[in-house]
């Protein structure tokens, strides 16, 4: 199988913001009671770092249970972009009346695993040593410059690393497949019968896996593929039992794909500079239409129209190419201002219009 070396690498040079600075404050994402029912005009005008709030206590009873191994144990603990997409699984297998132990053995299969087998740190390792290899011969590309001096900078950062290793386990590392490789992934849960080795009888028992697919066979022949399901049936794409399945997509969306505009969010935050100027002429009711362009594709897709004539934000827009700026799902921006200019935007950490 496969190592993943060449998808840390996508994932070091394309959201490095992500991966090296950005953390919210758990006293941001928390309330006394859960907050899940806001409309998009309440969330549009919301000024929080995450308007849609965890219930404190639920998430103080996680730690305890050790659910949430990347939270410190001081109330200023803070949280990433993928440990967040983590507490929604948790959430979600919650609301569906999963059990304690359910979320533990969830825990096991795909955070403690990859801790435990160092997924991160191997594939680093084997990173830094081809990055080294690869400015030997051409020491002057810039790309791998900046790519090796964040590997060594995780690799050296006692606490970034531990963070790290944790972030890349093998629930994140899916949902990082899907963004990069295009990999269609569905978390599932099925009902399978064990044997209990103690008692010799078999037991009925919640199993998690990862349906992968992908048409390139080679990307489904990587180490998160060690687990092959036998209840999918990969040629009709179709289940051969009962089974609840997760998209991937799904946590993309609620982590990125809100309408909220405010310089406060989280998931603004995060975005390069001139992404964020677009965001605060959207604020000033200043921008009609945003234009993503594809690499692929230079004319770029139909326009998100922005505001109306009556200066009515338009939140469906807003959230799918907040959804596009948070995976880096395009190649260049271009809005059209209520003046008739332009206004040209970059997902590129490191472009010179994002220094």
């Not at 990307?219 to 794409?237: A, G, R």
Request: charged letters at 30%.
């Amino acid at each position: 199988m496969e190592p993943l070396t060449e998808l840390f690498r996508s994932t070091i040079e394309t959201f490095p913001s992500i991966l090296l600075e950005n953390r919210v404050k758990l006293a941001d994402i928390t309330s006394e009671k859960e907050v899940l029912g806001l409309s998009d005009d309440e969330i549009l005008e919301s000024e929080d770092v995450f308007p849609r709030r965890y219930e404190l206590e639920t998430l103080r009873y996680w730690r305890k249970m050790g659910l949430l191994p990347f939270f410190d144990q001081s109330k200023h603990a803070y949280i990433s972009i993928s440990q967040m997409m983590w507490l929604r699984f948790l959430s979600e297998l919650k609301n569906l009346g999963a059990s304690i132990a359910m979320l533990k053995e969830a825990n096991y299969y795909f955070i403690e695993r990859g801790y435990r087998d160092e997924v991160a740190k191997q594939n680093l390792i084997e990173l830094k040593k081809n990055l080294i290899g690869e400015l030997e011969k051409d020491p002057n590309n810039p790309t791998n410059i900046q790519t090796l001096k964040n590997v060594e900078h995780i690799l050296n950062d006692r606490l970034l690393k531990y963070s790290i290793q944790i972030d890349f386990n093998y629930f994140n590392l899916n949902i990082i497949d899907h963004v990069i490789n295009g990999t269609d992934v569905q978390f599932a849960v099925t009902s399978e019968r064990i044997l209990n080795k103690e008692s010799n009888e078999v037991e009925k028992k919640q199993a998690f896996s990862v349906i992968r697919c992908h048409k390139d066979k080679k990307k489904t022949d990587t180490v998160l593929d060690s687990d092959k399901v036998d209840f999918y049936d990969f040629e009709n794409k179709a289940l051969k039992k009962p089974c609840i399945v997760f998209p991937a997509m799904f946590f993309i969306e609620d982590v990125f794909g809100d309408c909220s505009i405010s310089e406060k969010a989280f998931n603004i935050i995060i975005l390069t500079k001139t992404e964020k100027n677009l965001f605060a002429e959207i604020r000033n009711r200043n921008v009609k239409e945003v234009r993503l362009l594809p690499e692929t594709d230079k004319t770029g897709k139909t326009p998100y129209s922005i505001i109306d004539e009556k200066g009515k934000l338009n939140t469906e827009s807003i959230k799918k190419i907040k959804v596009l700026m948070g995976t880096k799902g395009y190649e260049k921006g271009i809005a059209t201002l209520k003046n008739g200019t332009k206004l040209e935007f970059s997902p590129k950490a490191y472009a010179e219009e994002n220094s």
